[in-house]
């Protein structure tokens, strides 16, 4: 796969996750960052988010989405630094570029793809913003949009308050679309020689994935079936976290043939009648379903019901924390890393799905500006230019 350069406005997560799907397969990643302003800390917020792991802005929250990236520090309201941002454009041969700030800053910045593909035509350039252009002031926060998105309403218990994802998905979702959208457009390139913009609206996105609710409400559903129902599955029964005696149990019925195998299982025969043989029967009696699969569950222990759940093939799992879920050989041997500058390893997420040649390892974060000169000179600034330009306030770092 041939190294694409691209050039990110980026901060906070669903941009630089994006990115960072870009830097995992080996390709340039150059994060742009404001000048300070002498209003709160310079760049990225996320650069000061948790604890401190190598220097102040490079704390254990921005670690993991900005491994294997360069930094600069530009100042884009003013003309001479989209002056610049044009040329390290044409002359870095850019193949993408992306932002994920509010749409009404696009103009002002001079970040907007009209002025950015005057100077470079098949540049491909992406934005993710809360709701899309045509709303050009709205500020994009997963949690936002996930209580816009009717994510909390479909998530906590029946009879409890709505709740936010323990995943901040939007953010997640947001990314995927702006790294999968690249990949089509990096196609239609080759095929047509053009460009393109791509603008990813996390709301639209969030929307994409109401696929089990949201066309419900054309069949006259029960308002049961569009809203909260804890660890319980909306249409096939039963699928339910269940206590055991010392622990949880999730268990996934998806089918009737599921449903007698797991009544052969001594256990669970009590659990059958004729009414609930069928999946349509066992909507009918849920609760008193639920009820009696706990009253089983908790008679046993999580080990010895998932022997059984094993050979009766019952879908099924434990409830893992993170260190357990790290420690599981099918995702420990798929983990990225990167190093901190004094040597310590650090283990991160694994790729989304393994690539050959990807980057399993990636370098450490860079700290703010750490790259301007250097990428600046690349376009032809020499060190005596880039000191005035850092004295003007128009680089830094």
Sequence with gaps: MKRRTVLSMEQALSLPYAT?????????????????????????????????????????????????????????????????????????????????????????????????????????????????????????????IQAMAGYMELTGPADGPPTLSGVPLIDLKAGDEVYANVMMALLERAETGKGSRIDVSMLQAAASWLITTLPLLDFDCDPSEITRCGNEH?????????????????????????????????????????????????????????????????????????????????PHAPIHDIPAVRDMEAVARSLTRTRTPDGREVRMQPMAVNLPGATMELGFPAKYGEHTQAVLGEAGYSAVDCASLRDTGIIAG
């Design 20 to 144: 960072l799907r870009f830097a995992q397969l080996g390709w340039r990643v150059i994060r742009i960052e404001s000048t300070p302003t002498g209003e709160g800390l310079p760049g990225d917020p996320n650069r000061y988010i948790g604890g401190r792991v190598a220097d102040d802005d490079r704390r254990s929250y921005f670690i993991a989405p900005n491994v294997g990236k360069e930094a600069i520090a530009l100042n884009l309201k003013d003309p001479k630094g989209q002056e610049i941002l044009r040329r390290l454009i044409k002359d870095l041969d850019v193949d993408v570029f992306c932002c994920n700030t509010v749409p009404k800053r696009y103009k002002q910045l001079g970040i907007d793809y009209e002025s950015l593909a005057a100077v470079k035509p098949d540049l491909i350039w992406a934005g993710i913003s809360a709701m899309g252009p045509e709303y050009p002031e709205a500020p994009g926060y997963d949690p936002v």
């Design 234 to 314: 909306r249409k096939f029964i039963p699928t339910n976290v269940y206590p055991t005696s010392d622990g949880f149990i999730y268990m996934a019925i998806g089918s009737d043939v599921q449903w007698r195998r797991l009544t052969e299982i001594p256990w669970f025969a009590p659990v059958a009648n004729p009414v609930r043989a069928t999946n349509e029967g066992r909507v009918r009696e849920r609760v008193a379903i639920h009820r009696d699969m706990a009253a089983v569950t908790r008679q046993h222990t999580t080990a010895e019901i998932a022997a059984d759940f094993h050979k009766a093939t019952i």
